[in-house]
């Protein structure tokens, strides 16, 4: 029987068009293959279709292949979709995606979809009319006002404030658009003098479409998040364990940022609160879901005040769907997997359009070859760096990202006091590490010697401090257990900066000019230090930790005074070091690096920044960078890039994969008048989060993130078991030089 075929798609018309990609992202990710064909269909801001080819899907943000769609994607037209797809999978979000506009499209072309319909869809989107009509059944909401674009310009600040007085409100007030999601546009005022400029702000949010506003009293009191599903099987609505949301301190409200931002804010699920709470909440996003029609699955966000009166704020008709989304946490607390809440969503539209009966065949089918005997992995994540949180993301998406068919994953915590912890679907999806240990107190950590017996392959997630420096190498070394990465001894120098820049420079590569900088001599001989560093070194300088890395405490300065501060962070913040580097101008790239004996290096990315250093922001935050894969080089300099980096691969003797930041630099800006490539540093163990830039790299030459952990776990297996190596580790030989390599670097 041939697979039902499932359209996803993503992107959209709406400014949450890059949480839309990250949602789709997801889904894909963890679209159950068993039993369904995936084609991941982009929609672009001018409202094109495509399918999204497989190597653009993990990109970290849209501009880093909007460029290349109408080269290298296939273009679709509404009418076509029915002869591509069976279901549309609906993980854009805002304007055209839940106003019910998509909704009608796919009503139209007969496409059965996720999610409520069209009036609904419509309905739940104007938080204006949606108030009312939760009002008339007796819903609390907040109190306020709402203003067209014209009274916005109509109406000074004295009139809004005797309106809102009128109401028996005060500041300080919430002011948001009607008609837009992700918490974009939103302030929260305190002042006659912000009041105006909050207005603007939330009116022309959307850049294309002026909107009325709301202003409203700002509820105190415990604000949540609660997921309701359909329990199709008994015909109910399955309101999930809530989630108690504590925005981070002086921010004043749960913002974008803290949204999406790795271990951003503070989330407890299921809340806490009295079982009474939850109660009075579940009923409340019953009633709320059942007044606006809403159908399979809504997320509806509201406040619990000081006498435990339910007020609703927001009512969703949709969820994000990133991997740690309120959708995915309170699913794990029922113990559902992602891949089994998205099958669940998936069966609950079908059953109510006569469709599913027919997949089960399938699915018994397909049980029957997963059901052999699979390899088993433990992932390690956590630690106690200055990582630790992007470690959580990563050993997260390696979890979710290891073939079903082919690996049993084990996820477990490397708490901060270096014990071990399997972790559950529940405490696998919380929000940081911080949660998950609060949630450990009473557990029993598992032992280390336990190891070779739980697991047949350890996946390290970790980043920096022990889990990269050779520690935790060490130790699954010591019990025979095989690893993916470096040895002990590449993984304890690519840790140190600067001890790898300089045996780099030893072997003959360009790296920085370099200082390496102690707590003693900053102490005791500052002035002379700032001496040396103009000599030898100049403004402008880096300043970073030598052993740290994630863009961590990565300082830019122009002067002394620039120079003192940001040496002065780094001690205050208990480093023993400083590296004062060589400010290196030119093309910022970062290049991955697959093989054991026979290093291949990926094509490179340019590393796109909007200030002096690419921000952690711009690292992890679904839309803040920008990274162009491959990077815009000539093809015969992107193959002398590549063939640096396998050259400096192999004189470290990393394995299995690493991840190299360098800058190019072309004849007219280099000082030795050739172009030249200057390594700043080897990732032994680098970010394996959903939209890393190595995932982009790999999809290049066509290796889909659960191909491209494969190999990383065959390469560790053909080095710790003396298998022979992976022969599916490279690419096309026209796409990565197969070159062989040379003693020296250059």
């Known amino acids: 029987m041939n697979k039902l075929r499932v359209g996803v798609l993503m992107g959209g018309k709406s400014i949450e068009k890059e949480v839309s990609f990250n949602s789709g992202r997801t889904v894909c990710d963890h679209l159950d293959t068993s039993r369904y064909d995936i084609t991941p269909i982009f929609q672009r801001v001018d409202g094109a279709l495509f399918i999204l080819p497989w190597h653009f899907?993990?990109?970290?943000?849209?501009?880093?292949?909007?460029?290349?769609?109408?080269?290298?994607?296939?273009?679709?037209?509404?009418?076509?979709?029915?002869?591509?797809?069976?279901?549309?999978?609906?993980?854009?979000?805002?304007?055209?995606?839940?106003?019910?506009?998509?909704?009608?499209?796919?009503?139209?072309?007969?496409?059965?979809?996720l999610g409520s319909k069209v009036f609904a869809s419509a309905l739940s989107m104007d938080k204006i009319i949606q108030k009312d009509v939760l009002a008339m059944h007796g819903i609390l909401t907040p109190r306020g006002i709402h203003l067209s674009p014209r009274q916005i310009k109509e109406s000074s600040a004295d009139v809004i404030i005797n309106r809102m007085q009128e109401l028996g409100i005060a500041f300080p007030y919430v002011v948001k658009p009607f008609k837009e999601g992700s918490s974009l546009g939103i302030r929260i005022v305190f002042t006659r003098d912000e009041l105006y400029d909050a207005m603007i702000h939330a009116s022309t949010i959307h850049p294309d479409k002026e909107q009325a506003i709301l202003i409203e009293e700002k509820i105190e009191g415990m604000e949540f998040s609660c997921i309701t599903i359909v329990d199709y099987k008994k015909n109910r609505l399955l309101p999930l364990p809530p989630t108690e949301i504590v925005p981070e301190e002086n921010t004043h409200f749960f913002d974008y940022d803290q949204k999406y931002m790795p271990g951003r804010a503070t989330k407890f699920t299921p809340p806490r609160c009295s079982d009474a709470v939850v109660a009075a909440i579940h009923e409340a996003c019953i009633i709320t879901m059942r007044v606006l029609d809403m159908q399979t699955i809504s997320r509806i966000d509201g406040f619990v005040t000081s006498d435990n009166k339910v007020v609703i704020v927001d009512p969703n008709t949709l969820s994000g769907m990133a991997p740690s989304s309120f959708l995915f946490r309170e699913a794990a607390e029922i113990n559902m997997s992602h891949t089994r809440l998205i099958n669940h969503l998936i069966e609950t539209e079908l059953h109510a359009y006569g469709m599913l009966d027919a997949l089960i065949v399938q699915e018994e089918k397909e049980q029957r070859i997963m059901n052999q005997q699979k390899t088993r992995v433990a992932i390690l994540m956590g630690g106690r760096s200055n990582e630790k949180e992007i470690s959580l993301e990563s050993g997260r998406n390696i979890t979710y990202k290891l073939s079903?068919?082919?690996?049993?994953?084990?996820?477990?915590?490397?708490?901060?006091?270096?014990?071990?912890?399997?972790?559950?679907?529940?405490?696998?999806?919380?929000?940081?590490?911080?949660?998950?240990?609060?949630?450990?107190?009473?557990?029993?950590?598992?032992?280390?010697?336990?190891?070779?017996?739980?697991?047949?392959?350890?996946?390290?997630?970790?980043?920096?401090?022990?889990?990269?420096?050779?520690?935790?190498?060490?130790?699954?070394?010591?019990?025979?257990?095989?690893?993916?990465?470096?040895?002990?001894?590449?993984?304890?120098?690519?840790?140190?900066?600067?001890?790898?820049?300089?045996?780099?420079?030893?072997?003959?590569?360009?790296?920085?000019?370099?200082?390496?900088?102690?707590?003693?001599?900053?102490?005791?001989?500052?002035?002379?230090?700032?001496?040396?560093?103009?000599?030898?070194?100049?403004?402008?300088?880096?300043?970073?930790?030598?052993?740290?890395?994630?863009?961590?405490?990565?300082?830019?300065?122009?002067?002394?005074?620039?120079?003192?501060?940001?040496?002065?962070?780094?001690?205050?913040?208990?480093?023993?070091?400083?590296?004062?580097?060589?400010?290196?101008?030119?093309?910022?790239?970062?290049?991955?690096?697959i093989g054991n004996d026979t290093p291949q290096a990926l094509p490179p990315s340019q590393a796109v920044s909007t200030s002096d250093i690419l921000s952690i922001e711009e690292k992890f935050l679904p839309g803040a960078g920008e990274n162009q894969t491959p990077a815009p080089l000539p093809a015969a300099t992107l193959h002398m890039v590549q063939k640096v980096m396998e050259e400096v691969y192999a004189a470290i003797d990393c394995k299995g994969y690493v991840r190299i930041d360098c800058f190019y630099q072309h004849a007219a800006v280099s000082p030795t008048g050739e172009e030249r490539v200057v390594i700043l540093e080897i990732n032994t163990l680098p970010g394996m989060t959903p939209a890393t830039c190595i995932f982009h790299q790999a999809a290049e030459i066509g290796m889909k993130p659960m191909d491209f952990v494969d190999t990383i776990i065959q390469l560790g297996f053909a080095l710790h078991d003396g298998r022979a190596e992976f022969a599916a580790v490279g690419a096309p030989s026209n796409t990565v030089g197969a070159h062989p390599l040379e003693d020296v670097g250059q």
């Not at 849209?62 to 029915?82: G, K, M, N, P, V």
Request: hydrophobic residues 40%; aromatic residues 8%; charged residues 20%.
């Open 57 to 113: 899907l993990h990109r970290g943000k849209i501009s880093d292949f909007q460029h290349r769609l109408d080269a290298e994607a296939q273009r679709l037209t509404w009418d076509s979709l029915s002869s591509r797809i069976d279901f549309m999978y609906i993980a854009t979000h805002g304007r055209y995606a839940e106003d019910g506009t998509l909704q009608g499209m796919l009503e139209l072309l007969n496409i059965p979809y």
């Open 404 to 593: 079903p068919q082919k690996y049993e994953a084990i996820p477990m915590l490397l708490s901060s006091e270096m014990k071990l912890y399997k972790l559950n679907q529940s405490l696998l999806v919380r929000n940081s590490t911080k949660e998950i240990e609060d949630a450990l107190i009473d557990a029993i950590p598992l032992s280390w010697s336990d190891l070779p017996t739980i697991a047949d392959f350890v996946f390290i997630a970790l980043h920096g401090g022990e889990g990269e420096n050779g520690t935790i190498q060490g130790a699954l070394e010591m019990l025979g257990m095989p690893y993916n990465g470096s040895s002990v001894l590449a993984s304890a120098l690519c840790m140190d900066k600067y001890k790898t820049t300089q045996f780099l420079k030893y072997r003959g590569f360009h790296v920085p000019d370099a200082i390496l900088l102690d707590h003693e001599e900053w102490s005791t001989q500052k002035q002379a230090v700032c001496n040396r560093i103009r000599t030898e070194i100049g403004f402008p300088c880096i300043i970073k930790p030598h052993d740290d890395g994630c863009s961590v405490m990565v300082q830019k300065a122009r002067s002394e005074q620039e120079l003192d501060a940001a040496i002065s962070t780094l001690f205050v913040h208990h480093k023993t070091h400083a590296l004062i580097e060589e400010c290196i101008t030119g093309m910022e790239l970062t290049v991955g690096v």
